[in-house]
């Protein structure tokens, strides 16, 4: 086996900016793929495959000529595409209906980071169709080439591997076609086939395998998720005099909260974890933890729609155990994607579940009667609406706050004034971004869909260089230096980026900010934030 | 070469009209017998087509959401962008296919290097002018062609037929819709052509169309004002076909039969093309499914059990580890 690349630093910004926008003069179909050190991860290890059951487990890397592929591989992925065009309508009409307009080609954040032609969604999914129509067409059967068709060969598949791992199926360019093709959808198809072959990547396959045997992506057993907020709590305590008391796995609770388990380990999304546990204190909420659905997010939903479901099934599983009357959801992007469009589906119905009713307003959930899962914002916005929450946003007056349009919770739920909401009523400086990059045109961070990988971070710094350019702009005009956002993939990928990009800004979740500007019931006067980093006015005291 | 090899195919396609009726006289076969087979392939494939794409489900809830969700009554959603019932969806569909909405919404980002890069976006909206301006052309000029099928015409076609020429420019009048049909194909051509990624992504089967909307288009416009063909056995011929009676009037210039030709062959071609667009966009499921799967559930025909990871295997494995955490058990 070829040794994996060593993770490589991506070239300088000054340097990865000099990007050639003009195609190069020979055919796509004839130009062969080439794995660019930094922009692409490392093929999964064998004991992740293993540990789910999954096909064709052994050593191997995108590197080697011979991926030991089964020698009737090509079968396995022609079968496999025939399989998903009866299945699916979307993809079979995204096979067929482009017209290549090329309205797509410029709204991909890899493209516009990277100006390698077959990062233009249109090709992206060209790579796909001209298979597609070389054996499910006729006349790509009889015309071949000219009808813009190709065979199926390794150097075919080892291309759709490469691209389709740089597509973080973020469905901007969906918004923009006059069809709706979704690029995500076909992203997805590739990503089974390659699953059919073991061909998943190690940063994706890793959590999964985490995530089925242990309850979430990061593979912290039941202990060390308590002892982990048990952290956070001792730093609230410290921070507002307060001791706040989760439970977790407990029977009969009315509510039962899921977050991604990236907000329980690793700031910045701790902080945010702090300001759900303050806010559930302050409400004196009903609700508890679960070790066993420890995880919100579900990078199955990056594997295969089948490993997908499995991860899912334990969060209404685990609804139905404890006996809980609902359940409330964190801030994440592509787990709100999932329970916003596919939970009920693959898992539900959650009949066993009540409608959810929030215990503090009274307000019903109406938009939520069937999943029965309601998200974070939905819940605070309404608490705010309703005078519940006493907030001192100058508290927050230390941070000049811009607000990140996750591309899930944009383009696959639609959640764009809650979180705007809670933000201005928690903080005093807010500042939006440039309006063709926010909500259902916001830019992807460069690094979903299980892309947060350290070796391919050249890549991640393109894909983020068109938000990380509008953030820089509201930092150049009016002084940002907080990146709000409701997703913990972001929280943890804005934060490298805007190391590389914009090194003077920050990033948070909304309940963070939340947390900071949240007056608790008998707490001491607050002289840190979170981050237990003083309070505006409160500087020399701190000394 | 894309571009070139299906402007081949179209010459050929007008030099076998012009052989087959001018050299060899074979009326019957290009006035009746391919028009007919050319709409019979156009219907039977268009709509096998279209039951091929039913057959296959919907599985998931897939819109793409481009507003504000429908949730706390206090805030404003967005209804067309992303509706939540039914209404807002014909909305949306609508606005999609009348005005192509989504087109609209096009953006050019553009990179520049002036102290740093900075990325700033245009809009830019040639492509939905154009693409608007050629589809419903296409559309009147479609209808306006009814006069050749009917009789007596009926009162629309007339209507459409006065205010398309309402310039009232020449004898016989010009009429807009063929004019603009021409120049929107032109520019859509020449953005392929010139426009450098468009024309990297291009495909011999997105020049074809093209040159056959030209041809057919300049071919008509031809006939009606330059040489002039004899429009009462024209009309004898088309409404023949369209009542099921053929005939084959003598004295109609070869030219009609060449844009005869050149529409059954895009007719034909039709099912097998990306030009199924058309049928297509109606059922594209980010487009016409309400946002509403947290209200009411969206059943997946194939849904099937999968292999799980249950509680009391997770129990099972972590039970002590869970005790002395002080996390409650099922099994002490």
């Known amino acids: 086996m070829a040794k994996p690349t060593k993770p490589t630093k991506p070239p300088k910004p000054e340097e990865l900016v000099k990007i050639d926008y003009n195609p190069p003069e020979k055919p796509w179909m004839e130009v062969p793929v080439e794995f660019k050190p930094g922009t692409f991860c490392y093929g999964t290890r064998p004991k992740y495959l293993e540990e789910i059951g999954f096909p064709n487990p052994r050593e191997w890397s995108p590197l080697d000529d011979d991926w030991k592929l089964p020698a009737d591989w090509k079968d396995t992925v022609l079968k496999g595409i025939g399989e998903r065009l009866k299945k699916n309508r979307a993809f079979h009409l995204f096979m067929d209906i482009c017209v290549r307009c090329g309205a797509c080609a410029d709204k991909c954040h890899f493209f516009i980071g990277s100006g390698d032609p077959k990062n233009m969604p249109v090709l992206r999914a060209e790579l796909m169709r001209s298979v597609y129509r070389k054996y499910f067409t006729t006349g790509g059967k009889l015309f071949g080439n000219l009808a813009g068709a190709r065979e199926l060969t390794s150097d075919v598949f080892k291309e759709w591997w490469y691209y389709y791992y740089q597509c973080t199926e973020c469905r901007r360019c969906s918004v923009f076609c006059p069809f709706g093709i979704d690029t995500a959808e076909i992203t997805m198809m590739a990503r089974e086939l390659f699953n059919l072959l073991g061909c998943n990547t190690d940063w994706i396959a890793g959590p999964v395998a985490n995530c089925y045997r242990k309850g979430n992506h990061l593979g912290l ?4 998720i308590t002892s982990n907020i048990e952290f956070l709590v001792d730093d609230i305590e410290e921070i507002t005099g307060i001791k706040v008391e989760p439970t977790f796995n407990r029977k009969g609770a009315e509510i039962l909260f899921v977050t991604p388990s990236g907000d329980l380990f690793g700031d910045p999304g701790t902080y945010t974890c702090m300001g759900y546990l303050m806010l559930f204190h302050e409400l004196g909420l009903d609700y508890t933890w679960s070790t066993y659905a420890s995880e919100g997010g579900n990078f199955g939903f990056f594997t295969s729609m089948e490993m997908a479901k499995r991860l899912n099934y334990k969060i209404y599983a685990e609804a139905k155990r404890l006996g809980v009357k609902w359940i409330l959801g964190g801030e994440c992007g592509h787990m709100w994607r999932v329970v916003h469009q596919y939970m009920d589906t693959w898992n539900g119905p959650a009949d066993f579940l009540e409608e959810p009713v929030s215990p503090i307003t009274g307000t019903k959930f109406e938009n939520a009667k069937t999943t029965k899962m309601v998200h974070i914002a939905e819940f605070t916005a309404d608490l705010i609406k309703h005078g519940k929450l006493k907030l001192d946003p100058s508290r927050n007056d230390h941070l000049k706050v811009t607000y990140h349009d996750s591309c899930n919770t944009s383009r ?3 959640i764009l004034e809650e979180p705007r909401y809670i933000i201005n009523k928690s903080c005093n400086h807010f500042h939006e971004m440039h309006e063709d990059t926010i909500r259902e045109k916001t830019f992807c961070c460069g690094s979903g869909t299980g892309l947060n990988a350290g070796e391919n971070m050249e890549l991640r710094m393109r894909g983020g260089l068109a938000r990380a350019n509008a953030v820089q702009h509201v930092r150049d005009k009016n002084g940002v230096n907080m990146l709000a956002n409701i997703c913990a993939i972001d929280r943890a990928t804005l934060s490298t980026l805007m190391q590389y990009w914009v090194p003077d800004v920050g990033v948070s979740g909304i309940h963070e900010l939340l947390g900071n500007a949240l007056v608790m019931k008998g707490e001491k006067e607050r002289e840190t934030d979170l981050r237990l980093e003083p309070l505006p006015g409160k500087e020399d005291e701190d000394v | 070469m894309g571009a070139l090899l299906s402007f081949f195919v179209v010459i050929v396609l007008v030099l076998i009209a012009l052989a087959g009726v001018q050299g060899a006289g074979l009326y019957v076969l290009f006035g009746t017998i391919i028009p007919y087979a050319a709409v019979a392939t156009f219907i039977l494939g268009v709509i096998l087509r279209v039951i091929k794409w039913s057959r296959s489900p919907v599985p998931f809830h897939i819109p793409t959401t481009c507003g504000q969700e429908k949730s706390l009554p206090w805030i404003k959603y967005s209804k067309l962008e992303s509706p939540s019932g039914t209404l807002g969806v014909i909305g949306r569909m609508a606005l999609e296919v009348l005005l192509f909405r989504s087109l609209f919404r096009n953006l050019k980002p553009e990179l520049r290097d ?20 050629f589809h419903w052309s296409m559309l009147i000029v479609i209808l306006r062609h009814l006069r050749f099928f009917t009789q007596p015409v009926p009162f629309f076609v007339t209507i459409i037929d006065s205010l398309d020429g309402f310039l ?9 819709t063929g004019v603009i049909l021409l120049l929107a194909v032109t520019y859509l051509f020449l953005r392929r052509l010139f426009n450098p990624p468009v024309r990297y992504i291009s495909l011999p089967s997105d020049y074809l169309p093209l040159f056959l909307i030209m041809g057919i288009a300049t071919t008509g416009i031809l006939m009606r004002y330059f ?22 009037p003598a004295g109609i210039g070869v030219i009609f039969y060449i844009h005869l030709f050149l529409i059954s062959s895009l007719f034909a071609y039709f099912p097998f093309s990306k030009l199924m667009h058309m ?9 016409n499914l ?3 799967s947290r209200i009411k559930r969206h059943v997946n025909p194939w849904n099937y059990p999968v292999k799980v990871h249950t509680y009391e295997e997770y129990e099972d494995e972590f039970r002590e580890k869970m005790k002395d955490a002080g996390i409650p058990v099922e099994k002490e």
């Open chain 2, 227 to 248: 040489f002039r063909v004899d429009i009462i056995h024209v009309k004898e011929l088309t409404l023949g076909l369209a009542t099921l009676n053929p005939e084959i």
């Open chain 2, 279 to 287: 049928g297509g966009v109606f059922l594209s499921p980010t487009r």
């Open chain 1, 221 to 224: 057993e039941p202990h060390t």
């Open chain 2, 114 to 133: 002036d102290d740093g890069p900075r990325l700033v976006y245009s809009s830019n909206q040639w492509l939905w002018l154009g693409g608007l301006a």
């Open chain 2, 290 to 292: 309400a946002n509403n």
């Open chain 1, 412 to 414: 696959g739920m639609g």
């Open chain 2, 168 to 176: 009232q420019i020449g004898a016989p009048h010009l009429l807009l």
